[in-house]
């Protein structure tokens, strides 16, 4: 932060009683190297760290941002890890300050009666409650009865952690480039909380490809149900998006977000950037408390490791970053070698020079990592907290090999420091300058595809260090001369295959993509031997064409997005209004409605049953806030009933014409009865998850609110 910039924001004063207090961690990637004999416990003890700080400084809730687990499917061990850790911490006879004020009911799990808010159920009895969106490591997969599913979700229904964010995106989406007439966007549902005079929404959205995000942000089809007073309120957004491109994937711009939003709580970054920033041209802030274990030995891992005390009064808040014992020292090192050579005086071409060399800049990294951690163990006793014993730190030397002509084993250098550092097989990291020359490339053949690994300026471990599945399997069916099947596709499948462990996704792909082909041969009615070639080859480049186009839907669909858009440019890019006094009976106003049929007037419920008398906070009559779903466009018609599909399959199927079919019934469709409250999911919603139910006898008052 310059000189020029406003100091961070704070609490100037306000009544103990008022404050909420949050502890938010990101990307705790349970679970990573959990069969390395000496890092695979690294996640879960610094998870158990994170708990007992929340413990520590008597937070209300532990707040998460995505990537709790670092595989889709965690280990029996993790999950059984994860679960004993949250119960012995988050449970217990602490009453729960925080009063839930929004429906406990929205977003639970269909045909159960346990509530979604896992602090409601009289049959638990929470201390500190944890909220938690998913992230791109642990999204939601399958599509079952129950529709995509993730372990967030077997957490939640174990009422573990209050899971929010999770939203199912329509079938018709993955064959449609530009989804505006398909399907209604992106709907954000939030969890209103209340303790003393301090109102907190809390509003989540789990990870979404950003191309994907990007365009719903551009194109105002982001909708969020806020309450009629919302400027009232201390509105928090969780996202886990990239902040910055990470090539070939792009970002989510910072700066779109709705200005009714107070602090944007961002996750997937891994570097540790706590002090709120302002947004340039909005009146919010981001804050980014990056990963809780290295899970790569980058730049962005090597700033020291923080988790964030959010505390709320009104509409102030200040943020408290607190350090996190239990990570490893990491130091990163970086040196030129033919430069090191003449400076320091011996031949590149000597190897036991060269390796004399890196052995004495790697020991000078150690002896920093240790000073490192001796110094928080000083600074830890000091304030009162027991001594650590050393961890063996991470270590990794960025080697420029640019103009050397041969260099040693990397995996054979590092056994010499066994028992000294926590990563000998890649202590050294080798690579050259980008700059080659074009004559250089040759045309691929077939048999024999020139790969990248394939550079002959490149050594063993370089190639080595440069092995990318992904990276190779695109290289090589471009190489290819595929009739039938389009490389984009393929590839795409295969990396679903490879990165979420899906031993369905190059079956389907193959199966739809022939379907396809044998459709567009029977449009073009008889068709000779001779020109069945040329025809599948055009249908291949078609719907090849077709992929790609869906791929990069941020891109394509950004002019009709546009036109769709209000005319006024400065309209909240998520803010949209709808008339709330359409229907009697309802706490929350659905967008592009129905026909209006003629609803039950609302019924009082009786008061709630207290579980345990334990719930501190709970008034003699409760409210349920309604919300209404801002809405500036034009009344849309009533979208049609689309299939639930898993979000990864959405954006990674081939765009292809589905024969019509016409729907005798809905699936989970929400009961009609006059209720005192309404569902958050827009109609032609088909997720069962995210379809809210009615509530029914938790509360004794509905709170009116106004449109905008």
Not at 101 to 121: I, K
Request: with cysteine.
């Amino acid at each position: 932060m310059s000189d020029n910039e406003a100091p961070p924001p704070t609490i100037r004063s306000g009544y103990q009683e008022d404050i909420i207090r949050i502890l938010v961690a990101t990307d705790n990637h349970i679970g990573y190297l959990e069969r390395d004999p000496i890092r695979g416990q690294d996640s879960i003890n610094t998870f158990k760290e994170i708990l007992q700080l929340a413990v520590k400084h008597d937070v209300d809730m532990i707040l998460l941002g995505g990537d709790l687990f670092h595989e889709n499917r965690p280990s029996r061990d993790c999950l059984y890890q994860v679960m004993a850790l949250l119960r012995e911490y988050t449970f217990g006879d602490k009453p729960v300050q925080l009063e839930l004020l929004s429906n406990p009911d929205d977003g639970r799990a269909e045909g159960y009666s346990f509530p979604a808010v896992n602090y409601e159920d009289p049959n638990l009895n929470v201390a500190i409650p944890v909220f938690s969106i998913h992230g791109n490591h642990d999204d939601p997969q399958g599509a079952g009865p129950e529709g995509a599913l993730c372990a967030l979700d077997v957490l939640s229904v174990s009422g573990l952690i209050n899971y929010m964010g999770k939203f199912d995106l329509p079938l018709s989406s993955a064959s449609n480039p530009n989804p505006v007439e398909s399907d209604p966007g992106i709907s954000i549902r939030p969890v209103l909380l209340r303790k003393g005079q301090t109102r907190l929404g809390l509003y989540g959205v789990g990870n979404v490809k950003d191309a994907r995000m990007h365009f719903e942000l551009r194109s105002n089809r982001v909708r969020m149900y806020m309450p009629s007073d919302k400027e009232d309120w201390f509105n928090v957004l969780v996202v886990h998006q990239n902040r910055v491109p990470h090539p070939p994937t792009p970002a989510v711009p910072e700066g779109l977000f709705d200005d009714c939003i107070d602090l944007v709580v961002w996750g997937h970054e891994h570097d540790c950037r706590i002090v709120p920033e302002p947004v340039a041209g909005r009146p919010y802030h981001v804050t980014q408390p990056g990963s809780s274990v290295a899970t790569s030995l980058g730049e962005g891992e090597g700033v020291e490791k923080h988790v964030a005390l959010l505390q709320i009064h009104n509409k102030e808040f200040e943020l408290k970053p607190l350090p996190l014992r239990t990570v490893r020292p990491f130091m990163l090192g970086d040196v030129f070698l033919a430069e090191a050579a003449e400076e320091e005086g011996f031949d590149v071409s000597d190897q036991i020079a060269v390796g004399k060399f890196l052995r004495a800049r790697v020991n000078a990294l150690i002896d920093q990592a240790n000073q490192l951690w001796d110094e928080r163990n000083a600074h830890a006793v000091e304030e009162g907290e027991e001594e650590l014993p050393r961890m063996l730190p991470l270590v990794r030397l960025k080697v420029d090999t640019t103009n050397v002509p041969a260099m040693s084993n990397p995996i054979r250098f590092g056994q010499e420091f066994t028992g000294r550092i926590a990563n000998p097989r890649d202590v050294l990291s080798f690579h050259r300058s980008k700059a080659r020359s074009a004559a250089s490339r040759t045309a691929t053949s077939a048999d024999q595809p020139k790969l990248s690994i394939d550079d002959p300026d490149l050594t063993t471990s370089e190639k080595l260090a440069k092995v990318r599945v992904q990276t190779l399997v695109q290289e090589y069916l471009a190489a290819q001369e595929l009739q039938v099947l389009g490389e984009a596709g393929m590839n795409e499948a295969i990396r679903m295959f490879v990165e979420k462990d899906d031993g369905w996704a190059i079956q389907t792909h193959v199966s739809s993509a022939l379907r396809a082909l044998m459709k567009g041969v029977q449009e073009n009615g008889e068709v000779d031997e001779e020109e069945l070639d040329d025809v599948l080859v055009k249908l291949k480049e078609q719907h090849n064409q077709e992929y790609l186009e869906k791929a990069k839907m941020g891109k394509t669909g950004k002019g009709k997005g546009k036109a769709s858009a209000p005319a006024d440019s400065d309209a909240d890019s998520m803010l949209m209004d709808v008339d709330a006094g359409e229907e009697d009976g309802s706490d929350f106003d659905e967008p592009a409605p129905p026909p209006k049929k003629k609803a039950a007037p609302a019924k009082k419920a009786a008061p709630a049953k207290k579980g345990r008398g334990k719930k501190a906070v709970a008034s003699e009559s409760e409210e349920v806030m309604e919300l209404d779903e801002n809405d500036d466009e034009e009344d849309e018609a009533p979208p049609k009933v689309t299939k639930k599909t898993n979000r990864a399959a959405v954006l990674s199927q081939p765009a292809k014409k589905a024969p019509a079919k016409k729907t005798t019934s809905t699936k989970g469709k929400a009961s009609s009865s006059g209720q005192g409250t309404l569902s958050f999911a827009p109609s032609g919603r088909s997720s069962t998850r995210a379809a809210a139910t009615r509530a029914k006898g938790k509360m004794a008052n509905v709170v009116e609110v106004d449109s905008d």
